[in-house]
Structures are given as structure tokens and as C-alpha cells.
């Protein structure tokens, strides 16, 4: 039940996402909440909840009384390095089963486009070539997901689903059907021996930012094949280049980059071994998203504790 004396007040603050979808969601998941838009916020201190995406550092001291922040992403990284992040406020990363499904999806395209040869037959193409390849059974291709959370757990079931003999890493032990678990960073060299496809949605950390680098790439098969959906970076840009020129990677896909929207000079775009899409494997639905915001502002409000908060020592 919320509190009997007033409404609680959201405040949309989701930079360069329109509202309205937001607004019509939220409004039936919980008729009672009153919604504002950035910049009309009214008074800063009616403020109890924000939702975020793409803000400016600082933006949130202009809010004395929140009760709890919003992420619309799955990850929190940028809400982190704000220096002037409020310490005594909970963080709630979104759990969004629609964005669990889009990433599911891109996922299985490309681990399956590089698993049927695809990048071979396209050449052959280019080259007007006739040439069948003898395709592998799925359970003698080895793919590794980094990062077992919601969005990985889900990608690595999917994959497991496919017949793949599929590994996940992550940073405690669990159980997922399937897929054979590696827990902990002492333990990562045994993760990426030998895999023929590796798939990166870890969350960014200060553990983590730099992880796909020459060293992890030099534990692969040679040829081996990389996709990045977790953030930019996670990724040593320059290591990427020389893990193709050796061929100890085939190629990559990369959703995510350290600087967004990739410059259009960046080598990355003309090189043929790389597939680009700009940041789009998995976007958060508000048909999906935005009753489970409801949900935790209901049982915040009413005196319940919320779920899917950020731990900040860990960092998701």
C-alpha cells in the first residue's frame, strides 16, 4: 500500500529517449504516481524518484529528498562515475525482461552467423566462388559468455539451448541448464581456453575495463571470433587490431564502443573482419520495463525494501 497522505513524484530524466511511451506505461502500472519531465521538475524537493539515461554529472544534486535512482539501462557504469552521485541514495538497475529477449536474439544471430560460416560464404560471394563447407554439429563448437547476470544467464541459456557446448564466467558460483560454470577471476584462463566464440555482457568495473585484451585473445582457438554487447570498454581497441592481423581472432562484432557515436574516422568502420551496429543488440521496452520501476517505487514507497539494487562495491 503507498503512503496514505501523497502521491509519489517520479521525475523523467532519460536525455535523448522521448517520454510519452514512458509516461502511458507508467501511468498504468501505477496510476498514483505523479510523472515530470526534465526540465519542468517543479520543486527539486517533492523529487522522490529519477529515472536516468545519458545525464550530466552532477545533475542529481539538484534533487535533495530521492528516495531511490533509476537506471533505464541494464548497466549502471555511467551512474558511477559521477563524482557527485548521491552515496546515501539506492541505485536500481533495470531488470527488464524485453531487453533480455532482444539481446537473447542479437546473441544467437551472430554467434550462429560465424558457427554456419557465414563471413566465408559472403566472400565467396564477393568472388562469384560455388564452394559448400561442411558444416560443424553445434555440440563440438565451444562459445563462452562473460557475465552470467539476468542479460548472460539468458544468452548462455539461449546458446545452451541451440546445442552448443556453451561456458559462462562469473565472478560467483551458480547453476544454469546447460552451461558449464567457471566462477572467479582466478579461474579465467580456464574459461577461455580453447573457446571458438567468445561473448562479453559483463558489467563494467574497474575489474573488468580492459578484460578483452591480447593476453585473453592469445587463450582463444586461433580464429577464433568475438562478440562484444557489454560496453565499449571492456575492449583494448589497439589488441583487437592486432589479434586479427595474427589471426588469433577471425573476426568481431562490436555493439559497443568506448566513444559513442563511433567517429567516423575511426578505423573500425573499414575494416572488413569487424561488424558494426551503433549500440542497438538490446534496447530497454517500456511495455517491459516500465512495471517493474512501478513495482519498486510501490514497494519502496509502501515500506518494502526494492529489488534489483546496485551493491557499489561490486558495481551491479
Known amino acids: ?10 521525475l523523467y530524466a532519460c536525455f535523448g529517449v522521448a517520454p510519452e511511451p514512458w509516461i502511458a506505461e507508467l501511468t498504468r502500472a501505477l496510476p498514483e504516481l505523479e510523472i515530470r519531465v526534465w526540465p519542468d521538475a517543479g520543486d527539486r524537493t517533492d523529487i522522490d524518484y529519477v529515472l536516468l539515461w545519458n545525464y550530466p554529472n552532477g545533475f542529481l544534486r539538484e534533487f535533495p529528498k530521492l528516495r531511490a ?14 563524482p557527485q552521485l548521491p552515496d546515501n541514495v539506492p541505485l536500481v538497475r533495470m531488470v527488464d ?8 536474439e542479437y546473441v544467437a544471430m551472430r554467434v550462429l552467423h560465424y558457427h554456419r560460416d557465414m563471413p566465408t560464404y559472403e566472400a565467396q560471394q564477393r568472388a562469384a566462388r560455388w564452394q559448400k563447407l561442411p558444416p560443424v554439429n553445434a555440440a563440438r563448437r565451444s562459445v ?8 548472460g544467464g539468458t544468452c548462455a541459456r539461449t546458446l545452451a539451448d541451440f546445442g552448443f557446448a556453451v561456458r559462462g564466467w562469473a565472478r560467483t558460483p551458480q547453476s544454469l541448464p546447460g552451461v558449464t560454470v567457471i566462477a572467479g ?9 580453447g573457446l571458438e566464440i567468445l561473448v562479453c555482457t559483463l558489467p563494467l568495473t574497474e575489474e573488468t575495463r580492459g578484460i578483452l585484451n591480447l593476453k585473453n585473445f592469445s587463450q582463444l582457438t586461433r580464429g577464433a571470433w568475438l562478440i562484444n554487447v557489454a560496453r565499449g570498454a571492456h575492449l583494448v581497441e589497439a589488441d583487437l587490431i592486432a589479434a586479427l592481423n595474427s589471426g588469433q581472432l577471425a573476426g568481431a562484432t562490436l555493439d559497443v564502443f568506448s566513444t559513442e557515436p563511433l567517429p567516423s574516422t575511426h578505423p573500425f568502420w573499414r575494416d572488413p573482419r569487424i561488424t558494426i551496429t551503433p549500440h542497438s ?9 516500465a512495471p517493474r520501476v512501478a513495482l519498486n517505487i510501490k514497494r519502496d514507497f509502501g ?10 562495491a561490486t558495481g551491479y
Do not use: K, W
Not at 525482461?97 to 537473447?104: I, N, W
Not at 534496447?283 to 520495463?289: D, I, L, N, V
Open 281 to 289: 543488440s538490446a534496447m530497454t521496452c517500456p511495455e517491459t520495463a
Open 303 to 312: 515500506g518494502e525494501a526494492m529489488t534489483d539494487v546496485v551493491n557499489r
Open 97 to 104: 525482461p524485453g531487453l533480455a529477449v532482444f539481446m537473447r
Open 185 to 193: 577471476a582466478d579461474r579465467l584462463v580456464e574459461f577461455l581456453a
Open 1 to 10: 500500500m503507498l503512503h496514505p497522505m501523497r502521491r509519489p513524484v517520479l
Open 144 to 151: 563462452g559468455v562473460m557475465g552470467l547476470g539476468y542479460i
Open 69 to 82: 535512482i533509476f537506471s533505464m539501462g541494464a548497466g549502471v557504469d555511467q551512474l558511477m562515475l559521477d
